[in-house]
């Protein structure tokens, strides 16, 4: 529902109301966008429900495949999942016939003071996403060979150094923040984290050593 | 009253140990709470070595701080950086952080200070005054109960749908599918696992909760390259505490949210975290202030938090009276028990007065110590927010991946946590809300247990649902207010389609 | 940057793919069994639950016998699974797990994620028999009435059972042929299984005695039916034993300590030595007496090898003969 807050009371098109008397309290500002969506937009628009209803298909049908030893008159570890398998499609069928019919709609949008701070939509910027998830992966990946030591220490120094903090305590921080939370734990909550392989097993060792954790 | 005294007494008899290990207890809660991918559960097997030395009644005392903080604690990360540090937190996340968006963190962060406070004190009461009807009320609950409460948390949905339902019920059964990937426990099938073991493990829901909240949080700001606005602050900081006034005109959502968390909590199980849902759907279905309600409402905080907090004493209870450790804090509470020798059961508080004054004493105090310290870490804990975001990213990556990798002591969890990371950037991107797909993932699998539990018991009886007195009265309203909430969200969506139609006429004039 | 990047993730995935980080002994255990790396001890429930706390209490005699540490961890899912999987994926040299009867049925009911050949059996440190219970509040009052109600209503008295062709089902197919016909309902967590019983959602309750502690001494549950032919020593009650209605076969549940098969033969010996002070801990056996476990739980390597392969070879024979298993 439109927030009560009012930020002036125009529409985007001053000549409404002209002459007539104020017979209802004024409206929040809006702003509206129209658009005109071409069959092959609404497709590009509708990709990914299009493919959750696929998946939802293909999952139903698995599901009759699950092995396991029956027993009678009892529902089985199919039904559950089939069910949620069968409301995923539902809904999903309802949204798709929602966007096809409201394809050429305007969208209005409520402003409200708040705009600035909201922009849902803020500009991505594609190869930092790419950058991002690549040191996500790497870090988890690299766990197994290297240790969590050492892969903790190497993340946060390159997540911080590449998220643009370039100054030279971003070693420290990460050194220090690397090893104290291996510290805490492993030692303190006795998390059994990797120690990776080889010299950096042996080095990683060495270090839980000194300080302290057996 | 004998019992104040009592407590009293036990707390002079505790001497400054008591006090030491309750205010301890009580940051450790917070703590673990705080950090994203931590849980309670893991604070109290963290101090479990510890408590070998100490006797039940001071080891209790602890425990039971953690856990109380525990269910407090994650609501300062859901406010102050969009990530719920605790399953239960969930629900007031998108009020929360809302709010602390628009300036208002001081005053969110009060709230649910207060709300942690009431429903302590609520739950509270409770435990001391009507254990025994509440356990009798608890028995009477068989598993057709426990399935019709966790429907009614799945309704909740409707309560957090923002702007499509429609995509808010995607999500919902597609985190109900993914809960299901891995080892059936009835059956023992292996359902969904492609062949790969990381899916035979299964899909745990805290790896979803970590990756679609934490990770993804911390991705985007990356991917945003640091630049979207910081939480504002004003100039100066207001009181965190609310205001007499400003307590009376919510006194509705704190009683319906107490109200809500004790009730659940007489089914054991996601205690807590199914408390908070469902509060939050009542609060939109019957609260004053509903329609503010996803917009940065303090309602949106107080109801779900009072729940919580108050579904504590619930499990205890269930623990105490019952001896049935209905969560997986009160499981390593009750080994405590075991390894003192104590047995919980209906005739403890009268072979334990001095423990249960203990027990009673501990908690009340926990609950106002929670308090004063969640008021007191407030406004340090705002300005923690002038760190550069790109150090808070990188911690909260750290932490992610150790809450998931501490669940199974397996780096499968983690690599789970970082897929829905990235896929919880997408689903935002795409406007699928996140709440329900959480919802869905820890709902999801105790509704078919339950369900699947009762048609066995039944021989596949579904009328059973309806003609036990007590399941067909929960499922009753379960279904009224799932239609209510349908009803309004057409109604709204309706007139708002209404609206919008005279104000495109309008701009078209 | 972004080469820097590309560097970090290429070389962590290239060491990923070539570097094999689980199977190799790298150091842990020296050439003639002694230890300078602490070992993991795996239990593969949930924290509180019966094996944790077994765990917990045999974790510093071993410690205090091997002169390292033996960190519990909690792994649970899946029966036991699960906890089995973390310790064939870890160093052999350094994991032990902590394992009830109740996963090794789900080898031979065939849904397990592991095999026989994968572990070595360290030593055995408890032995309990199970029971039948009911709530002293609910429908039935004694054997005679379960019992005649089960036969003259085949499946329909209800039981709870921790499910999946566990050995319950298996005792209670053995029950099915002597006539005693009732329906299992399964419950993953033990305190499910009670709060069934109790609430009277179940007519009866499958469990070791152990497991139901409280609620004995609370006087909510009583026993009915023993899987045995001897009482259980501190168990009070006026009980039937399976053997008097003809299941003399039994198959007990009991918590051994198992190594990865990979470990070395003597690092295996050198823990079951250790082992053997489990027996006379205080801490441990008044732990034993409270849960009341049988006496003589304890097993030696020697012996307990040929004795899962015994209890195994006996699951499968009744699972087959009960028509538990196909």
Known sequence: MPREVVTGGETTDPSTGAGEPETRAPEPSVEVIERQTSPAGLAKELLPEIGILLVAAYLFYVAGDFDYRERPGQLGPQFWPRMAAVGLGVAVLVRIAQTIRDRNRPVVRVKSEFDEYEQSEAEVHWPSFGLAAGLVVGYAASTMFVGYMFSTVLFLGLFIWLGGQRRWYVTLVAAVGGLLFTYIFVGVVYVSVPTGVGIFDTITVAVYRLLGIQ | MDIVVDMFNAVIDGGISFWILLVGGVFIGLLVGVLPGLTFVMGVLLILPFTYSMGAGQALVMMIAVYVAGTYGGALTAILLNIPGEPNDVPLTRDGHTMARRGRAAEALGWAALAALFGGIAGWLLLVFFSQPFASVALSFGSAEYFAIVLLGLTSVLALSGSSTMKALISLFAGMLLATVGLDDIYGAVRYDFGTTILRDGINYLAILVGVYALTEALTRFAERFAGKAPQQPAEIKTTIPGLSAIRSRLGSLTRGMATGVFVSAGPGAGSTVGSFVAYGVEKQFGKHKDELGKGSPSGIIAPQSASTASVSGALIHLLVLGIPGSGASAVLLGVFQLN??????????????LIATIFAGLIISIFVMFIMGILAAKPMIRMLNVPEVYVAAFVVLFAYVGAFALRQSISDVWIMTAFGVLGFFMLRGGYPLAPLVLGAILGPLAERYFTTTMIRNANDWTVFFTRPLSAVLLTITVAVFALLAYRAIRDSRRARAVTDSQIAGSRT | MTVAVGLFVATAFGAAACGDTGGESTGGGGGDGKFNRPITLVVPFTPGSGSDQAARLVSPVLEKGLGVQFPVINVPGATGNTGMTKLLQSRPSET????????????????????????????????????????????????????????????????????????????????????????????????????????????????????????????????????????????????????????????????????????????????????????????????????????????????????????????EKLGKQYGVYE
Do not use: H
């Not at chain 3, 029971?131 to 209503?153: E, H, R, V």
């Open chain 2, 341 to 354: 020798n104590i047995n919980p059961g209906p005739l403890i508080f009268e072979q334990q007065e001095e």
């Open chain 3, 96 to 315: 032990i797990a902590s394992v009830p009867a109740d996963t090794f049925a789900t080898v031979t009911a065939g849904t397990s994620t592991f095999k026989l050949e994968d572990i070595k059996p360290i030593c055995r440190i408890s032995l309990a028999p199970s029971f039948i219970w009911i709530n002293t509040k609910g429908k039935y009052k004694s054997w005679d009435d379960l019992s005649q109600a089960a036969k003259a209503k085949p499946d329909t008295v209800t039981v709870a059972t921790v499910g999946q062709g566990g050995i319950d089902d298996i005792m209670l197919g053995a029950l099915a042929q002597k006539g005693f016909k009732f329906r299992t309902v399964p419950f993953a967590e033990n305190s499910e299984r009670k709060g069934a019983l109790l609430s009277n959602d179940v007519d009866a309750l499958y469990e070791q005695s152990g497991d139901v502690k409280e609620n004995i001494d609370g006087g909510q549950f009583i026993p009915v039916l023993m899987f045995g032919s001897e009482k259980q020593k501190g168990l009070k009650g006026d009980y039937t034993l399976s053997s008097d209605v003809g299941v003399t076969e039994v198959i007990d549940q009991y918590r051994g300590l198992y190594a990865n098969a990979k470990m070395p033969d003597n690092e295996v010996d050198a823990v079951a030595e250790a082992c053997a002070a489990v027996e006379d801990d205080p801490k441990y056996t008044e732990f034993q007496e409270r849960t009341l476990e049988q006496e003589g739980g304890f097993m030696p390597r020697s012996e307990f090898e040929a004795y899962v392969e015994e209890s195994l070879g006996k699951m």
